[in-house]
């Protein structure tokens, strides 16, 4: 008796949290298993040519994983990054976060070949783009976890949307941060632990140069070490100088990130923000104490991100190649 009547309130329990996350739109229309039947080799495929440029170049983990975000961050996942510009659209590629700066095209090329030759016309790119920035993650050694898929890819890109400032600047303050991740259904927790992204990667001389001459919240011997090379003045080719972000591990997906941001070590002014007596600074000792929690974390956020506002059903298409729509 008891039991059965704690049965009927157990699944009257799960109704009802499903009806809360149907109409709270919160509900993913994306799945773990969406190629499971039309390409079970997808992540075989992916995985191997991300494992290769990875070894390579340990950096490209980095420029995969980004890709994804600021695929995301305008107008949802939507691979609409990838779209080359044509004579009458300007996409997304020449906007100012990314213009000489996106990395990694070249291996979503291959990426999408090597797919296409298993499972031709199946799946979309921005998928792709989700799956190699696991992939990229897992092979420096961070988080596994389990990819939503069901992407479809946009048709166009927006130059002007991509500048919009939805992509938040390094020069922005932490409520500026806060903000743009709130902008996309991203808590600041999210985006505290989505910012140890930086834990891999480079960055040009001209997105920290303010920082290690002017800001005053940063290590004296950290920003002369990275003043040699980047100079003071900018318009030369020294602008494209790159620096790691963060100088203990810049291969390795860790929280070392986060004990820099405490030593003042950050190589961003947008990084140091988190850990500058601010409401975000207990976050940033709890993961530099707490790799298991900023993993953690982590993933739940890359999942969420990465359910942003995707085209799924008869929405968009499935490109043939990444880099124009069909
Ligand atoms: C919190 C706000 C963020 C700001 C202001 C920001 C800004 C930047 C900037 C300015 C660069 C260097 C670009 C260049 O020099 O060309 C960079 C690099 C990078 N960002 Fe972020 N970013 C943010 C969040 C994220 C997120 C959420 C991720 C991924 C989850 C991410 C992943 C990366 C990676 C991996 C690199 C290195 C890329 C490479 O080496 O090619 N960033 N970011
Ligand atoms: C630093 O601040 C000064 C004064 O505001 C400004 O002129 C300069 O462009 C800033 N940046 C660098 C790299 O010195």
């Known amino acids: 008796m008891a039991l059965s009547s704690s049965k009927v309130s157990l699944n009257l329990f799960c109704f009802v949290l499903f009806m809360f996350f149907l109409i709270d739109g919160s509900f993913s229309q994306l799945s773990e298993n969406f190629y499971a039947k039309k390409c079970p ?69 291959a990426i999408k070949s090597k797919v296409e030759s298993v499972c031709p016309g199946v799946v979309s790119c921005a998928d792709i783009v989700a799956i190699a920035a696991r992939d990229s993650v897992v092979n420096l050694g961070g988080p596994f976890w389990k990819v939503k898929l ?121 990084d140091q923000e988190l850990f500058n007596g601010g409401s975000t600074d207990s976050l940033v000792k709890s993961y530099s104490n707490n790799q298991n929690a900023f993993e953690s974390d982590f993933a739940i956020a890359m999942i969420k991100m990465g359910n942003n506002k995707p085209l799924t059903g008869s929405n968009g298409e499935i490109r043939k190649q990444c880099r124009r729509a069909n």
């Open 150 to 270: 069901g992407r479809r890819d946009s048709k166009t890109a927006s130059l002007n949307d991509a500048n919009s400032g939805v992509i938040p600047p390094p020069f922005s303050t932490l409520n500026n941060l806060i903000n743009r991740f709130k902008a996309q259904g991203l808590s600041t927790k999210d985006m505290v632990a989505l910012s140890g992204a930086h834990t891999i990667g480079k960055a040009r001389c001209t997105v920290y140069r303010d920082r290690i001459y002017n800001d005053t919240n940063i290590d004296s011997l950290f920003a002369k070490s990275r003043q040699r090379n980047c100079p003071r003045k900018s318009g030369t080719i020294k602008d494209n100088n790159v620096a790691v972000l963060d100088f203990k591990t810049p291969n390795h997906f860790d929280n070392l990130y986060y004990k820099n941001l405490i030593n003042k070590k950050g190589l961003l002014h947008s």
């Open 41 to 109: 080799n997808v992540f075989k495929a992916v995985n191997s040519v991300v494992h290769s440029a990875v070894a390579r170049e340990p950096r490209m983990g980095g420029s995969l994983l980004r890709l994804h975000f600021h695929d995301c961050f305008v107008n949802g996942c939507d691979g609409s990054v990838l779209l080359d510009d044509t004579p009458s659209n300007k996409g997304e590629k020449t906007a100012l976060p990314n213009k000489d700066s996106l990395r990694g095209f070249e291996v979503i090329d």
